[in-house]
């Protein structure tokens, strides 16, 4: 059977908490995984845009991108030959609802959304994870329907070929929420910026705006 993939690193899990309690509408990721539950986030339309801005302009945002700039910086440039990282600007945080739906509907591989081939997937557990069904799940090989859980701990880090092989939630089962960043990494060497595919996306996927760059 096909390696578990490997753990790159340590994360400070002590950004987990992200002050979700401080805010007055759910930010937008536990927005998000309310939705996917099948849940209806109490509040306005209105009170959720404020929730939203006050997250985004927020302290609790800036300190979880300091330490993922860190993370980065400390463990996964310097696994690599190259010595200058494309990375994702900013991790995309995803929360798993304990319930009978998964989250963020059917896993997807990031080939689904124009990235480029070569990109490698990273996955951090802040908080929770604990069990099969609390774990981010990836295919068992490119391409592949059979998925299996990650097998890494609250601050460890995960990385996968995301471009072919298909991740994302089953069921959580486990009476916990799960809480983790995910986010993309390619030497600068191999990044090649294609305009079209970027307009295609969803995301501005081009340096200055879904990506941005490290050097040792």
Request: proline content about 7%.
């Amino acid at each position: 059977s096909p390696a578990a993939p490997p753990t790159v690193g340590s994360f400070d899990a002590g950004v987990s908490t992200l002050h979700l309690r401080d805010h007055a509408a759910p930010i937008p990721a536990l927005h998000h995984a309310l939705m996917c539950s099948g849940a209806r986030p109490a509040g306005s339309a209105d009170a959720r845009k404020r929730g939203a801005a006050a997250w985004h302009e927020g302290e609790p945002r800036r300190a979880m991108l300091a330490a993922y700039r860190h993370f980065v910086q400390e463990a996964v440039l310097p696994r690599g030959a190259s010595r200058k990282l494309v990375y994702q600007a900013e991790p995309v945080l995803r929360i798993s609802l304990p319930g009978a739906r998964a989250a963020s509907g059917k896993p997807r591989a990031d080939r689904d959304f124009f990235h480029q081939r070569g990109e490698r997937t990273y996955w951090v557990p802040l908080l929770g994870g604990g069990g099969d069904s609390g774990a981010l799940h990836v295919a068992a090989a490119p391409g592949g329907d059979e998925l299996r859980a990650l097998p890494a701990a609250v601050g460890e880090c995960a990385c996968w070929d995301g471009h072919d092989a298909a991740a994302g939630f089953v069921p959580n089962q486990t009476g916990a929420a799960t809480v983790g960043l995910e986010f993309r990494a390619i030497p600068f060497e191999e990044y090649r910026e294609d305009r079209e595919r970027s307009r295609r996306s969803s995301h501005d996927l081009r340096l200055g705006e879904y990506y941005t760059v490290l050097t040792v």
